[in-house]
C-alpha cells in the first residue's frame, strides 16, 4: 500500500513539475516574441531634446504616456493634443513628429504607420 501512496506522489510531483516547466517556456516564447516591444523613457526623452523640446520633463512623459495609451486615437487628434499642452512655437508638423518619437521611443508598439505627414 505505501508503494501505491509514493506512486501516486511521484505522479503528481512530475505532473506539477511538467505544468510548471510548460508555463516556464511559454512564458520564455512570450518574451523572445515580443522582442521588439520597447518602452523606454530615457530613449524618448534623448530624442525629444535632439529634435530640440526642452520643458518639464513630466510634461513630456505625460503627453508620451497619453499618446502610448491610445493609440486608437487619429494622428492628428494626438498630434493636437501635443500642440495644446505645450508652450510657443509647437504647432502641428512638431506635434506630429513627437507622436512619432513617443510610438517609437515610449510606447510597446515599436512605432506605427503616421497618417500625417511627418517633417
Known amino acids: ?5 509514493l ?3 511521484y505522479q503528481i510531483l ?9 508555463v516556464f517556456v511559454l512564458y520564455a516564447i ?3 516574441s ?4 520597447k518602452a523606454d523613457v530615457n530613449s524618448y526623452l534623448k530624442r525629444l531634446e535632439m529634435n530640440g523640446y526642452y520643458g518639464p520633463i513630466a ?3 505625460t503627453i508620451g504616456n497619453f499618446i502610448c495609451t491610445h493609440p486608437y486615437y487619429s494622428d492628428s487628434d494626438l498630434a493636437y493634443a501635443v500642440v495644446d499642452n505645450t508652450g510657443p512655437g509647437v504647432y502641428m508638423p512638431e506635434g506630429y ?3 512619432y518619437i513617443a510610438r517609437e521611443e515610449l510606447c510597446s508598439t515599436g512605432g506605427q504607420y503616421m497618417e500625417g505627414q511627418y517633417t
Open 14 to 22: 512530475w505532473s506539477m513539475f511538467a505544468g510548471a516547466a510548460l
Open 34 to 37: 515580443a522582442g521588439g516591444a
Open 30 to 32: 512570450l518574451l523572445i
Open 7 to 9: 506512486k501516486k506522489i
Open 97 to 99: 513628429q513627437v507622436v
Open 59 to 61: 510634461t513630456w512623459i
Open 1 to 5: 500500500m505505501k508503494k501505491i501512496e
